[in-house]
């Protein structure tokens, strides 16, 4: 009796230990911009190839929808775990895990929700820690990722953009190379352009043309600029908007979304950007 008692306490043993390894179905579910924290194991997760998210700011009282590829992931806290772990301690740890890949905490969140750029994909991420608690025993990411080279975008996403960033990058806006000759597929993301200064009429802005690191820097930082100005004309000569509430800039390839090493790299910083005034 004592030895089957003792193979049974054995066996819950086991199944305890066991339950807190990383569930491997959610292994490949994760976003691998985060690792978990120091005690902590990879507990749930749901995703799809195509879901949606609001991504709350102004302290609630304004949500961001975003849609694409939709990870929700959950840690828990290790029974044998005897760290103390504040929920604003596992913030402050994603936020710095963002930043170090040249992401951005959203200004009007309450510093929980993140954007950055990975792989060709713009990320937003929110993580759900309870920022009150002394000892988190569990947190959450969810995330939604979005293909920036097929990115449509409507004045309502640029206006959203604008407000909760200061600006929006745009991959719609189409040149040769090394030309500031505007292409005609280009004209779609243009109204988008127009229709939100249009809307919002007390808004001025920056066109900012970006390239990547191809070539002389100076060469480039000519072209950037060049590319501005003409989408600047455009919006004026074409949809009459006011010269004077927009200027044309470039800058060149010193503010890269990603690394120059790869096309797929290249292709990302190479941009218009809107910037509000």
Not at 80 to 95: A, E, Y
Request: contains cysteine; neutral net charge; glycine residues 8%.
């Amino acid at each position: 009796m004592k030895k089957t008692l003792i193979s049974i306490v054995l066996g819950f043993l086991a199944l305890a230990l066991f339950a807190q390894k990383d569930n491997p179905d959610c292994l490949k579910k994760t976003i691998p911009l985060f690792t978990p924290m120091n005690g902590f194991y990879l507990d749930n997760c749901n995703y799809s190839e195509f879901g949606s998210y609001e991504f709350l700011v102004d302290r609630g009282a304004r949500a961001i929808k975003k849609e694409g590829i939709y990870r929700e992931v959950w840690f828990r806290k290790k029974e044998d775990n005897k760290r103390v772990v504040s929920g604003l301690q596992i913030l402050q740890n994603h936020v710095n895990a963002i930043k170090s890949v040249g992401g951005e905490v959203l200004k009007e969140s309450d510093g929980n929700v993140f954007r950055t750029t990975y792989n060709g994909k713009e990320i937003w991420i929110f993580v759900n820690a309870n920022t009150n608690s002394e000892d988190q025993d569990n947190y959450g990411i969810f995330s939604i990722e979005i293909d920036v080279m097929k990115q449509e975008v409507s004045a309502l996403d640029i206006k959203g953009s604008i407000a909760s960033q200061g600006k929006i990058a745009l991959y719609g806006i189409l040149f040769d190379t090394g030309k500031s000759d505007i292409k005609p597929e280009s004209e779609k993301a243009i109204s988008s352009i127009a229709a939100f200064l249009k809307e919002n009429p007390g808004v001025s802005v920056y066109i900012v043309g970006h390239t990547d690191n191809a070539g002389d820097y100076e060469m480039n930082q000519k072209l950037s600029r060049s590319r501005g100005e003409s989408v600047k004309n455009y919006l004026v000569s074409k949809y009459q908007i006011s010269a004077s509430r927009l200027t044309g800039d470039g800058a060149g390839p010193i503010c890269p979304v990603t690394s120059n090493d790869t096309e797929e790299g290249r292709t990302l910083n190479r941009r218009v950007e809107i910037v509000k005034k």
